[in-house]
């Protein structure tokens, strides 16, 4: 066989001469796009350029490509198995292939392109962490390459390649290449995918496939093969939410009990508090171990036997997490629906079994709230959904799932509807958020049902894009409730405290100095007599948000939370010290929006990301780069400056005395 890394580099990849000793990260992508745009053949090219295809198997596409009188191979051949796919040259299944280079090992799942078959993409793209998406240079963006690119947003795929393909019947002309990049970037900008490369290829010639390719000067990117090698995929682990679904119980003897599973996601370690759902018993993690021994922590992905140090009750289908970050326990779910049964259409009134992990339960779709026009990406109000549409769907379980919302878990948020007579599988679905009851149909498509709005990606809807009320945004209000009004006013309370209420909001990075400054302005305030109370983004998440991780959702989540318990100290008369990183600029417009004007500071701390990594109080920085910890602010998520604070401090140039004096001049200042 001719393969291996030393081949690989010896016949001049982008990566030559690169030679990791340490074991190879695993990058798991898919393929997919319009009939005949070359996904087979493309990784017929990329798995023979590299040197992962046998000899034997080299010499049979030789002669079968002779005895149909052809001089070159049939590179599809190499993926395409079924006997139907060769007789007629299109993909029907997925095909599965792996292969390595120095860098790294891969997993490629090859999916069909006909509108037929989009399930089968459905399935190849669920476990992927990057999409390759097809476009024949001649035909442009097709619907199909639409449809694909919505499905890979809704599976939470966070990295999209879009290959040009046969640029060598349009004489590798820069224009066409550019017209599909327009094309595709404004689709793609309503979707929830925020890195997407375009890569001019010729799968059939391996130009821009494994190497770069002389015949496109004007392209000054990386070739398909050095871009799957390079692209960060560690951030896309979710390392927060501990989720262990129970597969079974361990009991080789009365002295013994263990749970058998498989981490989904997040890490775990002997001595955590942990809780079993649906029991709610809490207990700590007495012992985690492999066949191999125990280990001192163990992370998504590992097969592992935990023992708790108390004989509770928590069996096949139970999920064990850590006490202060739960999973929404439901029986009332919505999810987006990719409907995958050709004979039956989805039907309100039949009963389905709803696999969620290893846990198993009766169902019934209750409402289908509208399906996704893959042209326009619009809602449009249906009663049903049929072979491979998406739309939105409320379903009640006869029994509560333990689940994240699919886009900040992948892991947990993930089921499939199976038709309990011809144990069919049915649907695949991914969970949300409940979303308010006036989640409209027929209007533009969200990011809350998977992809982005009209507006920017990243930054959330245009101002006048209808968009559901998620988790009681400003305005919500619980039904059947009234506003309760003090006995004693603000006013009342101010006068007797003989200073006024504020709200001074610290924003900045981890590491930058706000908890720092807010205890410094704490001890001052309190030393001077005055009615103070801080609160800290740590802190909060003990107790009030530790509930949440740290997706965009539940980062704008938190804020909301402690926005309204910070207006109810201003009323209270206090002066509220919030120190969170608040890294979004429509959160921190929304914890303004609750104070009256005049009595919110928004104290920008400001500290360059290198000043902060090098400080690294909690070691936040240093996990990241190992790869430990994904989300992390100002390294591989957002961080929004404040465009007109009402202070700007920057602790590395400026010492925190100067800073606390800057202040707490302007707290004096409220009047």
Not at 45 to 66: C, N, T
Not at 413 to 427: M, Q, S, W
Not at 539 to 560: K, M, T
């Amino acid at each position: 066989m001719a393969k291996s890394s030393e081949l690989h580099a010896a016949r001049g990849s982008d990566t030559a001469g690169v030679v990791d000793p340490s074991p190879r990260e695993l990058l798991r992508f898919t393929t997919a796009g319009s009939v005949d745009d070359g996904k087979s053949t493309l990784i017929g090219r990329l798995l023979l350029d590299s040197h992962a295809v046998h000899d034997d198997q080299i010499d049979g596409l030789r002669r079968a490509a002779s005895l149909r009188g052809e001089t070159e191979m049939d590179l599809a051949l190499i993926t395409d198995g079924l006997k139907a796919e060769r007789e007629q040259r299109i993909t029907i299944d997925v095909a599965y292939r792996y292969f390595s280079t120095a860098r790294r090992s891969f997993i490629i799942a090859d999916t069909p392109g006909h509108e037929q078959y989009t399930r089968n993409m459905v399935t190849g793209a669920s476990t992927a962490d990057l999409a390759i998406i097809l476009v024949d240079a001649r035909s442009g963006v097709l619907p199909q390459s639409r449809r694909h690119g919505l499905i890979a947003s809704l599976l939470g795929i966070q990295h999209l390649v879009v290959a040009v393909n046969k640029m060598d019947l349009v004489e590798f002309a820069q224009e066409v290449f550019d017209s599909v990049v327009v094309e595709y970037t404004e689709f793609s900008s309503r979707l929830d995918i925020h890195d997407v490369t375009f890569i001019p290829v010729s799968a059939l010639h391996g130009d821009n496939v494994v190497t770069r390719s002389a015949r496109t000067p004007w392209y000054d990117g990386p070739s398909i093969l050095h871009h799957l090698e390079t692209v960060t995929i560690s951030a896309d682990r979710n390392l927060v939410d501990f989720r262990f679904p129970v597969q079974t119980v361990i009991r080789p003897h009365q002295d013994f009990r263990g749970l058998a599973g498989t981490v989904i996601s997040g890490t775990i370690k002997p001595g955590e508090a942990v809780v079993a759902l649906p029991s709610a018993i809490e207990t700590r993690v007495k012992r985690v171990s492999t066949h191999a021994g125990a280990l001192d922590e163990a992370v998504a992905g590992q097969a592992v036997v935990i023992e708790l140090e108390d004989q509770i009750d928590a069996g096949r289908g139970d999920m064990i997490v850590r006490a202060h970050n739960v999973p929404t326990v439901a029986r009332e779910l919505e999810a987006m629906l990719c409907w995958m049964d050709d004979e039956r259409p989805l039907s309100t009134s039949t009963g389905y079994i709803l696999q969620h992990g290893p846990r198993a339960v009766r169902a019934r779709v209750t409402d289908v709230l509208y399906r996704i026009d893959v042209e326009t990406l619009h809602r449009v109000t249906v009663d049903t959904l049929r072979l491979n549409e998406i739309g939105r769907v409320a379903i009640t379980a006869s029994a509560p799932i333990f689940y994240d919302a699919y886009h900040d878990n992948r892991a947990n948020g993930g089921f499939v509807l199976i038709d309990p007579t011809t144990h069919r599988t049915v649907a695949a679905g991914m969970l949300r958020h409940a979303s308010d009851a006036t989640a409209s149909r027929g209007a533009p498509f969200d990011r809350d049902a998977g992809a982005g709005a009209a507006g920017a990606p990243g930054v959330g809807p245009a101002p006048d894009a209808p968009v559901a009320v998620r988790r009681g945004r400003s305005g919500a209000v619980s039904p059947n409730v009234v506003w309760e009004p003090d006995v004693v006013d603000r006013d009342a309370r101010e006068a007797r405290n003989a200073h006024a209420a504020s709200v001074i909001w610290f924003t900045g990075l981890s590491g930058s100095g706000k908890s720092t400054l807010a205890r410094g302005i704490e001890s001052q305030l309190f030393d001077d007599g005055r009615q103070v109370i801080r609160l800290d983004g740590d802190n909060v998440r003990h107790g009030l948000c530790g509930d949440l991780g740290f997706s965009e959702a539940d980062r704008e989540e938190n804020i909301r939370r402690v926005a309204e318990v910070a207006k109810l100290f201003f009323e209270a008369g206090q002066i509220v010290l919030c120190s969170f990183i608040s890294p979004y600029a429509r959160d921190r417009a929304f914890a303004r929006s609750l104070i009256p004007a005049g009595r919110f500071i928004e104290v920008y701390v400001r500290c360059d990301v290198e000043e902060c990594s090098r400080r690294d109080p909690k070691g936040l920085y240093a996990r990241a780069r190992a790869g430990e910890l994904s989300g992390l602010t100002g390294v591989d998520a957002p961080y929004e400056e404040p465009a007109a604070p009402e202070l700007v401090v920057d602790t590395a140039l400026t010492s925190v005395v100067e800073c606390l004096a800057a202040i707490r001049t302007a707290i004096d200042r409220v009047r």
